[in-house]
């Protein structure tokens, strides 16, 4: 880059035009410009960005994931508009690239089938686990290539919001067993659906419950505290953790409500509204994922949860290093999915239900 035409002059906020002479100033190399610079190609790049819902049938992950697509922000009109949802049968995602003051997101959710409808539900959870380790299998391969791609395509799943049933008492053992062997694979968010069935103070009652069961079992959900960096994250996650899992409810459909359009469900009683913070915490989840959390979703994805993948995969291939950086993996074998490695989100909840390794 030509530094005569880049660099600011310190003694002015404006960028130098080509014919600024050097800048007297010593000391001064425009490191902060190191930020318009990485601004810019992020703009250029754009972000892509895949959740997955995953709940008991029923439950509205279906209307969710309409919900996020139609709410404020992304404003885009889906095909279908006044039809019921059908119950989802098979992973379904649906792909939107939404555009904001120039910023591109490419935003994947994955609609996942309802499980726990069964007598047995043992190892209903395999769909969805195989799912996501499918995409970091996917990564991988593409990342060990010679040749590899510049921008290698990232299906990966970036977070998963569970649904947790309005029962208002608290999680059932279906929903520890799924909760506990997702954390280990991926970031989790749970949230109460249908939140719209329990009264203010059964939901404050039940998200107690829920918090103490997830401590009690050593689930890790998403912001984990092991991650926080430094104090300002610890303030800001902190009282995340403390509204976790939100009381979200959902909705295609708008109405008119004091002359405004808005999402909402029609009752008997009036209309409850899906982003008003009086009536439910959906602007909660949904900030939580694209406002403020978004990159560090990603980064963890990337960090943490694919890396312990990584290191199984490259493990397991029993490849011994015949030189510098050489690696061998065989593509997988078909199969069940593969087991990643101990996380380090929750390496005490693996070691407390060592007994389902073989499951996982
Ligand atoms: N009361 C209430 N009903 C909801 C809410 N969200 C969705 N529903 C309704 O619940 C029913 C099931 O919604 P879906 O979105 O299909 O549920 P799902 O979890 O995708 O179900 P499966 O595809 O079977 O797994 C529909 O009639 C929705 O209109 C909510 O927040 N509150
Ligand atoms: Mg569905």
Not at 43 to 68: A, D, H, P, R, Y
Not at 227 to 234: K, S
Not at 311 to 337: I, K, M, Q
Request: charged share 25%; glycine share 6%.
């Amino acid at each position: 880059m030509d530094p005569l035409r880049q660099s600011p002059s310190p003694c002015s906020s404006r960028p130098s035009s080509p014919k600024t002479p050097p800048c007297e100033m010593h000391g001064y190399v425009g490191i902060e410009d190191v930020l318009d610079q990485l601004k810019i190609k992020a703009m250029k790049m754009g972000f892509e960005f895949n959740i997955m819902v995953v709940g008991q049938s029923g439950l509205g992950k279906s209307t969710m994931v309409s919900t996020l697509f139609k709410s404020k922000v992304w404003k885009c009109t889906l095909p279908g508009r006044g039809m019921p949802i059908p119950q989802t049968l098979q992973l379904k995602s649906v792909t939107h690239v939404i555009e904001e003051k120039g910023v591109k997101l490419k935003l994947t959710v994955t609609d996942t089938p309802g499980f726990g409808d069964q007598i047995n539900n043992d190892k209903c959870w395999d769909p969805i686990l195989g799912y996501i380790n499918e995409q970091y299998e996917r990564y991988l391969q593409e990342e060990i290539l010679i040749t590899r791609q510049r921008h290698i395509p990232d299906t990966r799943v970036h977070c998963c919001v569970y649904f947790v049933p309005p029962t208002g008492h608290c999680l059932r053992p279906l929903d520890i067993e799924l909760l506990q062997r997702l954390c280990r694979t991926v970031n989790v968010v749970p949230v109460i659906a249908r939140a719209d069935s329990l009264t203010l103070e059964e939901r404050e009652a039940f998200r107690r419950r829920i918090q103490h069961n997830l401590r009690t079992h050593c689930i890790e959900v998403y912001p984990q505290k092991c991650f926080d960096e430094d104090i300002n994250d610890r303030i800001l996650n902190s009282k995340i953790r403390d509204r976790i899992p939100f009381a979200v409810v959902g909705s295609d459909q708008e109405y008119l409500v004091n002359g405004r359009c808005v999402l909402g469900r029609k009752t008997k009683w009036g209309i409850i509204e899906v982003e008003n913070m009086a009536h439910c915490e959906f602007l909660l989840l949904r900030d939580l994922l694209i406002r403020s959390h978004l990159q560090d979703l990603k980064d963890i994805t990337h960090n943490v949860h694919y890396e312990n993948y990584r290191v199984c995969r490259l493990n397991e291939s029993h490849v011994l290093p015949r030189g510098p950086c050489w690696v061998n993996l065989a593509p997988t074998p078909p199969g069940p999915p593969v087991a990643p490695g101990p996380s380090k989100v929750c390496r005490q909840a693996r070691e407390d239900s060592d007994d389902d390794e073989d499951d996982y």
